[in-house]
């Protein structure tokens, strides 16, 4: 397989949001998580919420993937930390985070016509930035085994090692004519020493990009804006996003924006820039209604939508730039809002919500690839054992424990992936 493959599409997986979604205000630099800290959440409203998007996109695009919860609460990890009565409840509330269900963080993919074998090739994040996501990989590569266990198409690889920060797919974009076809595959990066961290190091990406073994000449490396983390942009997901030769963008979004698209263009000439100047839409204002943490999509009769939470249509200038942008018959032809309020509490749009995958859906484990049934079925799952609500001040608690595990393990056994138990 290499090239141009006619059975390759893109398969968007969403993270199924856990029981325990909470509130606990864990991620620094992330300014919806600090600011809802504390506040109570509804773990069963917020995994319907996420189950109605992959609804919409199943309708829309015929395929759509999802990956589950992790185990939680972490028991390890508070055995780890040694937590008792009086450590800092962060440090608890850490190995009850189901922020998993953010998958733009689960893996960078690099597809099959990009890479020198053949196979598409994913690589789990590390997250060692925040300690409630440095847990994640090991139980996320268990995952990704079972799902893309097709070893004849499929490459999974351990995380980068924990010196350098990787997070994944959020910081990670790229440029093609088509899914089926070779692409340029853009590596976005943060430097260190500003107000919040900077997740993502220029070394794990260039180590990601080895592991997949890509063509130098396809490789783009773009540092943030400094000015875009500390404005709350804790990945390039939430300033940029690009989907076949569209780049949709902030005016913000890198530390030379101009020399980015330079260096984007002179690997990919079909580049087209779609950019938000300043003067529409602030830094400020895309950030808090998550413009560009959208689902920048190829519709199946062509043109492109863009999926956006509904707090873009409530955003006057923000829907004023969707409006004209549309009336401008560019290649972005469609906006479609969707509610995933209780991700963008705690600081995840659409495109947080979803890994893309670019393959045959015919080679991925059918247990993670969704159907209207099994939509149904889930939710049934969902409405009947995910809490309702949970307080910050119950984690801990050796009952909602209870409930969190039997929850989980109630939609293990209804997908037949009791081995994830």
């Known amino acids: 397989m290499s090239g141009t493959d006619g059975n390759l599409v893109e398969v968007n997986f969403d993270g199924i949001v856990g029981p325990s979604h909470n509130y606990a205000g864990l991620s620094l630099g992330n300014i919806a998580s600090a600011s809802h800290g504390g ?7 917020a995994a319907l919420q996420g189950l109605e998007k992959m609804r919409g996109n199943l309708a829309r695009f015929g395929h759509q993937g999802f990956l589950l919860p992790l185990p939680r609460p972490n028991n390890a990890l508070t055995q780890q930390l040694a937590v008792d009565e009086d450590t800092p409840r962060q440090l608890l509330a850490a190995a009850w985070s189901a922020s998993n269900m953010w998958t733009a963080n689960a893996a960078t993919v690099s597809p099959a016509p990009d890479t020198a074998d053949g196979k598409c090739h994913l690589t789990p994040a590390n997250l060692v930035t925040m300690l409630h996501r440095a847990q994640e990989w090991p139980h996320t590569r268990r995952m990704l085994d079972i799902a893309f266990g097709n070893s004849a198409h499929f490459a999974v690889h351990d995380a980068v090692p924990p010196s350098f920060g990787d997070e994944g797919a959020a910081n990670h974009m790229r440029l093609c004519e088509g899914h089926g076809s070779k692409g340029v595959e853009v590596f ?5 020493g500003g107000k919040f961290p900077a997740r993502q190091h220029e070394q794990a990406s260039r180590a990601v990009a080895r592991l997949h073994v890509l063509n130098p000449d396809a490789c783009v490396f773009i540092e943030q804006n400094p000015a875009a ?3 709350g942009a804790f990945h390039n997901d939430v300033v940029a996003v690009a989907n076949e030769h569209v780049l949709f963008t902030h005016a913000e979004a890198f530390a030379d924006q101009q020399g980015a698209y330079e260096a984007m263009r002179a690997a990919f000439p079909a580049l087209e820039v779609v ?3 300043s ?15 959208a689902q920048l999509v190829t519709q199946p ?6 999926i956006v939470p509904e707090e873009c249509r409530e955003s006057a200038s923000v829907w004023a730039w969707c409006e004209d942008m549309l009336a401008s018959n560019g290649p972005i032809r469609e906006v479609i809002p969707v509610d995933v309020r209780q991700s963008m509490a705690n600081g995840g749009g659409p495109a947080c919500l979803r890994l893309r995958v670019v393959c045959d859906p015919a080679t991925v484990d059918p247990r993670f690839l969704m159907s209207e ?3 149904d079925m889930m939710a049934g799952v969902i409405e009947t054992n995910w809490p309702e609500q949970i307080d910050p001040a119950d984690i801990g608690s050796e009952t909602l424990a209870s409930s969190v595990i039997a929850a989980r393990a109630a939609l293990l056994t209804a997908l037949e992936l009791t081995e994830l138990g």
């Not at 009769?301 to 863009?306: E, I, N, T, V």
């Open 279 to 293: 003067s529409a839409v602030s830094l400020a204002e895309a950030i808090r209604t998550y413009l560009f943490n």
């Open 229 to 231: 983390i500390e404005a």
């Open 373 to 375: 049934s099994k939509a």
């Open 275 to 277: 950019e938000v100047p």
């Open 301 to 306: 009769g062509g043109g492109m939508a863009l």
């Open 39 to 45: 506040d109570v959440s509804f773990p069963r409203a």
């Open 188 to 192: 976005v990066y943060g430097r260190p």
